[in-house]
Antibody
């Protein structure tokens, strides 16, 4: 069946980096865009951007600084989200989600930033 | 950015009764070239990712019970749960996928009265 499997929870200190993975299965990876969505504790979803799985071209939400990078490894049908110089306010659940509108979601990766 | 505003923020409905959630976008999400409204509804339960219920404003996703329906066009949209069931307790979000950045409403929490 179609699914997106995300990497496990992360606990990081401020200033560190984290890389979240999202492995797709059950469909041809390059036929759907991949979105990244974050949800801070108690808040609604916030779209971070998307990556074209054919070209690898990312599009970031305007408020997102250069600390966030989307990438792919199409050989293993996997999308990545890397966040550098982590801050406490980056604490959230990070989801990958397929397509537009997003019809298949990963279960989410909790990233906690705390000293 | 297109701002999505839902109302109410929360509602309590008796089992078997109708629940209605409204969503207003700050600009039209109707694309004239294909006459489609780029508006979706999601359901989110605690500890779970959002689940797509409705897209193109009124098309039910496969497997979604027919008690869920969507309506509206342009800037005003409605999600209706015709007969609330216990498993429908959740937060519901409208979402526009017409322009980037894609945006969500603030959510409507549905509870049992």
């Amino acid at each position: 069946q179609v699914q997106l499997v995300q990497s496990g929870s992360e606990l990081k200190k401020p200033g560190a980096s984290v890389k979240v993975s999202c492995q797709a299965s059950g469909y041809t990876f390059t036929t759907f865009a991949m979105n990244w969505v974050r949800q801070a504790p108690g808040q609604g979803p916030e779209w971070m951007g998307w990556i074209n799985t054919n070209t690898g071209n990312p599009t970031y939400a305007q408020g997102l600084t250069g600390r966030f990078v989307f990438s792919l490894d199409t050989s293993v049908s996997t999308a990545f989200l890397q966040i550098s110089s982590l801050k406490a306010e980056d604490t959230a659940v990070y989801y990958c989600a397929r397509g537009n509108p997003a019809d298949v979601w990963g279960k989410g990766t909790t990233v906690t930033v705390s000293s | 950015d297109i701002v999505m505003t839902q109302s109410p923020d929360s509602l309590a409905v008796s089992l078997g009764e109708r629940a209605t959630i409204n969503c207003k976008s700050s600009q039209s999400v109707l694309y004239s070239s294909d006459n489609e409204n780029y508006l979706a509804w999601y359901q989110q339960k605690p500890g779970q990712p959002p689940k797509l219920l409705i897209y193109w404003a009124s098309t039910r996703e496969s497997g979604v019970p027919d008690r869920f329906s969507g309506s509206g066009s342009g800037t005003d949209f409605t999600l209706t749960i015709s007969s609330l069931q216990a498993e429908d307790v959740a937060v519901y979000y409208c979402h526009q996928y017409y322009r980037t950045p894609r945006t969500f409403g603030q959510g409507t929490k549905v509870e049992i009265k």
